[in-house]
């Protein structure tokens, strides 16, 4: 099982920004504590095709700097069907017939998010045809690590060709409803039985109905799949109901996709997801959701040649005006002189609209901590960075008296995001005090400037107060030194992912890396 955090998990895909820079530096293996991991997934080729490009995805149970790693490809079971070669022949060697051996001259870091290396190409030979299928055992080693292995499939089909429609334009109020085709053609000369549409909408766009063959998860639309055979040239189509959160923010554009696969590469695909604990939701339990053309039984494995038409999506605006108000929070400890205290501040999203910013990746505001006299910062969070002049220092690095910091690309309406900065008390000065500032500027993307109530944007970080009351920026996170009752609720932040994130991985998203940067907000 790959096992990871949101954040690195996102930076991994390489769509969290800024928040790559707030990555843990990972430390020089020297003995067999660190373990690795490899996935390489399942995989349908089509016969006669050139064959598909794959990455293993590498990793390790915790941030470490390898030397000598390798990755191992074992092919021979299926041998004669399929041939697996580098991208760069200058990485690998074939020692015997169904074997690839791919070593790093440099050292290389591993987190513990899955990234992808060595990238192979997994083609058919002549001899393949279509319902063959085989396996392939990847090994990952490096000096001084057990080595780790993970077998996959590789199985033959018949190349298709599907196509999605047209990008459509479409406005709604937040909570208003609309509606967007669906649209599924056949660009290729051979029957297409069965598909699946993979959908990837921002957080605003909320399922208005529940399909029997589609799924859905905290109520936004996953996946659908249909029975339909498309014959070559042709196209069929249905129409999905939607509506905006009331939670969106307004004026604004909201964005969502889909994307075709067969059958079979859904198949792959979820097996992928499986392997690292996703879930595409659960069944509706309405009427299933039909094309234009009577359903047909799909009756084999089949595999897409052409996946860059496979898209199509919509641009929807949101309408009218639902601003939100970040409030920020401060707090309030107590120590002696030499002891150390745990300070928590950050901000809160007071509503009423909910921020997005993960289809670019970037922060939904920056923060500024300043800290409070007579004391020292010993352990700071990775998501902050000492600020130097006109220049920062690195992540989590301690001793600064000012940090800049990095919030993450989401955050729900009533969501508070808090950062923990460790203190060491050099000596008690009473009514010591720092300072908490949020949507200040930067000149990166993301952030905030359109703040509803801006006279709360910064809050008191105190030590020793007089009273014991720490100030409050309007975030209500005033406490007691260890972060009070704050309602921190991280949940919310693994819909940033979203299947298209997944899908970059997973190999099949290449054309959704532009899609998923683009701007989201009229601010």
Same mark, same amino acid.
């Given at each position: 099982?790959?096992?990871?955090?949101?954040?690195?998990?996102?930076?991994? &895909?390489?769509?969290?920004?800024?928040?790559?820079?707030?990555?843990?530096?990972?430390?020089?293996?020297?003995?067999?504590?660190?373990?690795?991991?490899?996935?390489?997934?399942?995989?349908?080729?089509?016969?006669?095709?050139?064959?598909?490009?794959?990455?293993?995805?590498?990793?390790?149970?915790?941030?470490?700097?390898?030397?000598?790693?390798?990755?191992?490809?074992?092919?021979?079971?299926?041998?004669?069907?399929?041939?697996?070669?580098?991208?760069?022949?200058?990485?690998?060697?074939?020692?015997?017939? @169904?074997?690839?051996?791919?070593?790093?001259?440099?050292?290389?870091?591993?987190?513990?998010?899955?990234?992808?290396?060595?990238? $192979?190409?997994?083609?058919?030979?002549?001899?393949?045809?279509?319902?063959?299928?085989?396996? $392939?055992?990847?090994?990952?080693?490096?000096?001084? &690590?057990?080595?780790?292995?993970?077998?996959?499939?590789?199985?033959?089909?018949?190349?298709?060709?599907?196509?999605?429609?047209?990008?459509?334009?479409?406005?709604?109020?937040?909570?208003?409803?609309?509606?967007?085709?669906?649209?599924?053609?056949?660009?290729?000369?051979?029957?297409?039985?069965?598909?699946?549409?993979?959908?990837?909408?921002?957080?605003?766009?909320?399922?208005?109905?529940?399909?029997? #063959?589609?799924?859905?998860?905290? @109520?936004?639309?996953?996946?659908?799949?249909?029975?339909?055979?498309?014959?070559?040239?042709?196209?069929?189509?249905?129409?999905?109901?939607?509506?905006?959160?009331?939670?969106?923010?307004?004026?604004?554009?909201?964005?969502?996709?889909?994307?075709?696969?067969?059958?079979?590469?859904?198949?792959?695909?979820?097996?992928?997801?499986?392997?690292?604990?996703?879930?595409?939701?659960?069944?509706?339990?309405?009427?299933?959701?039909?094309?234009?053309?009577? #359903? $047909?039984?799909?009756?084999?494995?089949?595999?897409?040649?052409?996946?860059?038409?496979?898209?199509?999506?919509?641009?929807?605006?949101?309408?009218?005006?639902?601003?939100?108000?970040?409030?920020?929070?401060?707090?309030?400890?107590?120590?002696?002189?030499?002891?150390?205290?745990?300070?928590?501040?950050?901000?809160?999203?007071?509503?009423?609209?909910? &921020?997005?910013?993960?289809? =670019?990746?970037?922060?939904?505001?920056?923060?500024?901590?300043?800290?409070?006299?007579?004391?020292?910062?010993?352990?700071?969070?990775?998501?902050?960075?000492?600020?130097?002049?006109?220049?920062?220092?690195?992540?989590?690095?301690?001793?600064?008296?000012?940090?800049?910091?990095?919030?993450?690309?989401?955050?729900?309406? =009533?969501?508070?995001?808090?950062?923990?900065?460790?203190?060491?008390?050099?000596?008690?000065?009473?009514?010591?005090?720092?300072?908490?500032?949020? #949507?200040?500027?930067?000149?990166?993307?993301?952030?905030?400037?359109?703040?509803?109530?801006?006279?709360?944007?910064?809050?008191?970080?105190?030590? #020793?107060?007089?009273?014991?009351?720490?100030?409050?920026?309007?975030?209500?996170?005033?406490?007691?030194?260890?972060? @009070?009752?704050?309602?921190?609720?991280?949940?919310?932040?693994?819909?940033?992912?979203?299947?298209?994130?997944?899908?970059?991985?997973?190999? $099949?998203?290449?054309?959704?890396?532009?899609?998923?940067?683009?701007?989201?907000?009229?601010?």
């Amino acid at each position: 099982m790959l096992k990871h955090s949101t954040r690195r998990w996102l930076a991994g &895909l390489g769509v969290a920004g800024a928040l790559v820079a707030a990555s843990a530096t990972p430390a020089v293996a020297e003995d067999g504590d660190v373990e690795l991991g490899v996935y390489f997934n399942d995989l349908t080729v089509a016969a006669g095709s050139d064959g598909k490009f794959e990455s293993p995805i590498l990793f390790a149970s915790e941030p470490v700097t390898v030397f000598g790693l390798t990755v191992r490809f074992d092919y021979r079971d299926f041998a004669g069907k399929v041939k697996i070669e580098s991208e760069f022949d200058s990485e690998c060697t074939a020692p015997e017939a @169904g074997v690839l051996v791919c070593t790093s001259p440099f050292e290389y870091d591993l987190y513990d998010w899955g990234s992808g290396s060595f990238n $192979v190409n997994v083609a058919p030979t002549a001899k393949a045809k279509d319902g063959d299928a085989g396996k $392939v055992k990847v090994t990952v080693s490096a000096d001084g &690590l057990r080595s780790a292995s993970h077998t996959s499939q590789v199985r033959i089909g018949t190349g298709v060709d599907l196509a999605g429609g047209p990008e459509v334009e479409v406005s709604a109020a937040p909570g208003g409803s609309f509606a967007a085709p669906i649209v599924l053609g056949n660009a290729g000369r051979t029957p297409a039985e069965g598909a699946v549409a993979v959908f990837d909408h921002d957080y605003a766009i909320r399922a208005d109905k529940r399909h029997s #063959n589609c799924t859905y998860e905290d @109520g936004r639309l996953r996946t659908c799949r249909f029975s339909d055979t498309v014959a070559p040239g042709a196209t069929h189509s249905g129409s999905l109901a939607y509506r905006l959160g009331e939670d969106t923010y307004a004026p604004g554009k909201d964005y969502g996709y889909y994307n075709w696969m067969t059958v079979a590469e859904f198949e792959d695909f979820s097996k992928y997801l499986a392997a690292n604990g996703h879930s595409v939701g659960e069944p509706g339990d309405g009427e299933p959701l039909s094309l234009s053309a009577p #359903n $047909v039984r799909a009756r084999s494995s089949q595999v897409d040649v052409n996946p860059e038409n496979n898209w199509s999506g919509m641009e929807v605006t949101a309408t009218g005006k639902n601003g939100t108000d970040l409030g920020a929070i401060g707090d309030s400890v107590k120590g002696k002189a030499g002891e150390q205290v745990t300070a928590t501040v950050g901000f809160r999203n007071n509503g009423p609209a909910t &921020l997005d910013y993960s289809r =670019g990746g970037s922060s939904v505001t920056y923060l500024e901590v300043a800290v409070p006299e007579g004391t020292t910062v010993v352990g700071a969070p990775d998501d902050c960075m000492p600020v130097q002049g006109d220049d920062h220092g690195d992540p989590g690095e301690a001793g600064g008296r000012t940090y800049f910091c990095y919030a993450p690309p989401f955050v729900k309406a =009533g969501d508070a995001e808090t950062f923990e900065f460790k203190l060491r008390i050099d000596k008690v000065v009473a009514d010591a005090t720092g300072t908490v500032d949020i #949507n200040i500027p930067c000149q990166c993307d993301g952030g905030f400037s359109d703040d509803l109530k801006p006279a709360n944007d910064t809050a008191k970080l105190l030590v #020793n107060a007089i009273g014991g009351q720490g100030g409050d920026g309007g975030g209500n996170g005033g406490g007691d030194g260890d972060g @009070g009752t704050l309602p921190i609720t991280g949940g919310s932040t693994g819909l940033i992912a979203g299947i298209g994130g997944l899908l970059l991985v997973a190999g $099949v998203g290449g054309y959704v890396v532009t899609k998923r940067r683009r701007t989201r907000f009229v601010v």
